[in-house]
């Protein structure tokens, strides 16, 4: 039914309807027009005919009445053998009527004979008067349509009698049919073949028409391989040809297009920001790799974000930051290692035709530097306090001494001495101050020297005896007998090691012990460690212990001289041969520290 009703709202039915109408319309005004035509001819035709033999008999009866009136009985017999043989000829009815209207001769077609009987038809009675009369078409007792035709017999005013004749007309309308049957048929005919003309006819226009359709169709579907086959050369090939053009121009845009999307997308993904796209509402719709990597999201994330949500920010925030160019917003975020990073994020709107249809927002990670940053005001903070601390000592001492205690001289001696303790700790911590700066700045050279490492260890132990024996503390060491001389910076070594001995005896109570161990790693490592069975230090400090200025109770590592940056001079120092320092700990137990050494050192790794 649906395929039926779609052929008839189509162009070729439409063209099809078209055509059969007209043929239609143009043979039924000729078949009218044909049809009365024929009718006229034929009518007057018959009416000519019937006229001519009228008036021949007519002719005829006047000349047998004139030339023998006395005998009317031969008359009526010689007329009734012409007329019945006219009959015969003709098909007509035909009766001779005498002046007075009483039929004298008459064709013997009905089984009453009309003789001797009056005429008394409107048509004969007013011929008889000398009137002209018309012929007249009526329809007989059986249905058959019949012509009257009448004829005065005479020459004179008034006629001596009638010739009435009666012609059949069915002969002439069969004839009639006939003719319109054969136009009919044409007419059917006709039709047929216009209807198949158009149908190949209009065929040839939706042909190329649905080459077409078919062609938009792919295309919108988005394949672009089939260009449309075109036929000749009429408006609608134009049309094909065109359509062809424009889709080769439409496939060009598209590749270009698809060619800066990459672009766009390839250096999206390798760009070492995170940038997040959202539309007007904020609906996130565009998030490279390290965008997702800075805010911890998963790959594959297909549910449909906010991006202040995204950021963890309100809408506020960003509302507030994304009015005007380039506003910048730090954010801390906490990452999947549990670290929290700091991260700078620059939103800058997309405009189109100065309407905001949405923003870029870029991530910068600048937790490195934010450190860093933090690092270095920590560090002035923590140079000026170190140097503030002796320095107002000292001010005070000899504040007290010019207030007098300079009368008194045994005070006086033990002033100055705290001075001059105060200023050797200025002194150390400077000169560890510039130690670090060096090794910061590279400027330390690394002087490596053979070092037998058994040798370097003694005199380590050589050099604490004293201190040592007056606290009580047993110090051994151990070292492995394969271990031969190795390849190191001598001083820079030796200041390490004293600087891990002394923390070990200054964390230590009496009578503790420490261990200087050297061992073999592998065939490229050596180790060295101090273990100590002191205070220890506390697990939440661990990390932080390499710290410049680190140090877990303040006011006692002041008391005992200490500044803080013995541990991170000592990192630096291994660093620069290529180890690496750890420190193990537990609280009340002890403490062990070890650095590596390369066994043999590498070319190029001269500081
Ligand atoms: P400096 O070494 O400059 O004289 P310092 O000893 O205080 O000062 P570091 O050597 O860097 O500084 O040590 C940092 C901190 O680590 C110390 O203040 C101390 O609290 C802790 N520490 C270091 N070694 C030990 C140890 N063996 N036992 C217990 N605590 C220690
Ligand atoms: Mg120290």
Redesign the pocket.
């Known amino acids: 039914m649906g395929s039926i009703i779609r052929f008839f709202r189509s162009i070729q039915a439409k063209i099809i309807i078209i055509y059969v109408t007209l043929i239609l319309i143009a043979m039924q005004l000729i078949g009218v027009y044909f049809n009365n035509t024929l009718e006229n001819y034929f009518k007057s035709e018959l009416i000519d005919t019937n006229k001519k033999q009228a008036i021949l008999l007519g002719q005829f009866v006047e000349r047998t009445m004139v030339s023998d009136p006395q005998d009317p009985k031969k008359l009526y017999s010689d007329l009734s053998e012409v007329v019945s043989s006219l009959f015969v000829l003709s098909n007509t009815e035909i009766e001779i009527i005498d002046e007075r209207g009483v039929v004298i001769s008459a064709t013997a077609t009905s089984e009453q004979s009309p003789l001797n009987r009056k005429n008394t038809t409107p048509e004969v009675t007013r011929t008889l008067q000398g009137i002209k009369v018309s012929e007249r078409i009526f329809i007989d007792e059986n249905g058959k349509r019949k012509m009257i035709i009448t004829q005065p017999i005479g020459t004179g005013i008034r006629p001596i009698g009638v010739v009435y004749i009666v012609a059949s007309m069915q002969e002439m309308y069969s004839t009639m049919n006939t003719i319109n049957r054969i136009l009919l048929t044409g007419t059917a005919l006709a039709l047929g073949l216009t209807a198949l003309l158009g149908i190949i006819l209009s065929s040839t226009i939706t042909k190329p028409i649905k080459e077409i359709t078919k062609g938009a169709t792919a295309i919108a579907e988005g394949d672009f391989t089939e260009p449309v086959k075109v036929y000749g050369q009429d408006e609608i090939s134009q049309l094909g040809h065109t359509f062809n053009f424009m889709m080769n121009s439409l496939k060009d845009a598209l590749a270009m297009n698809e060619e800066e999307r990459e672009k766009l997308s390839s250096v999206l993904t390798n760009m070492n920001d995170g940038v997040i796209a959202a539309d007007e509402q904020g609906r996130v719709i565009v998030m490279n790799r390290r965008a997702q990597q800075i805010l911890g999201i998963a790959e594959e994330t297909n549910s449909v974000m906010h991006i202040a949500a995204t950021l963890g920010i309100t809408s506020e925030d960003i509302k507030k930051h994304a009015v005007g160019k380039n506003q910048v917003m730090m954010i801390e975020i906490d990452n999947e290692e549990e670290e929290r990073i700091t991260v700078r994020v620059t939103f800058t709107p997309i405009l189109r035709r100065g309407d905001e249809t949405g923003m870029i927002a870029v991530l910068q990670d600048v937790t490195v530097q934010e450190k860093l940053e933090q690092g270095r005001k920590d560090f002035v903070a923590n140079v000026s306090h170190e140097l503030r601390t002796p320095l107002t000592t000292i001010k005070s001492y000899l504040e007290a001494l010019t207030d007098g205690a300079m009368e008194d001289p045994a005070l006086a001696q033990r002033f100055l001495g705290v001075t001059r303790n105060e200023t050797e700790r200025m002194i150390?911590?400077v000169t560890?101050l510039l130690h670090l700066s060096r090794l910061d700045s590279k400027q330390a050279v690394i002087v490596k020297e053979h070092v037998e490492v058994s040798e370097m260890l003694d005199e380590l132990v050589d050099r604490f005896s004293f201190q040592l024996r007056q606290r009580h503390i047993r110090i051994t060491s151990k070292v492995d007998p394969k271990l031969g001389a190795v390849e190191i910076d001598r001083d820079k070594i030796d200041q390490v090691l004293d600087?891990?001995v002394?923390?070990?005896i200054?964390?230590?109570g009496d009578e503790g012990i420490i261990t200087a161990s050297a061992y073999i790693i592998d065939e490229h490592w050596m180790g060295i460690s101090?273990t100590?069975t002191?205070?220890?230090?506390p697990k939440k400090?661990l990390s932080r212990?390499?710290e410049?200025?680190?140090?877990?109770?303040?006011a006692?590592?002041?008391n005992?001289?200490?500044?803080?940056?013995?541990?991170?001079?000592?990192r630096e120092i291994v660093r620069a041969h290529g180890g690496a320092i750890s420190?193990e700990?537990e609280l009340n137990q002890?403490?062990k520290?070890t650095f590596t050494l390369p066994l043999e050192s590498k070319a190029g790794e001269v500081n």
């Open positions: 150390r911590l560890d600087n891990l002394s923390n070990s200054k964390y230590t101090i100590d002191g205070m220890g230090i400090d212990i390499f410049r200025f680190y140090r877990v109770d303040k006692r590592s002041r005992m001289g200490g500044t803080g940056l013995g541990l991170s001079i000592a420190l700990s002890g403490t520290v």
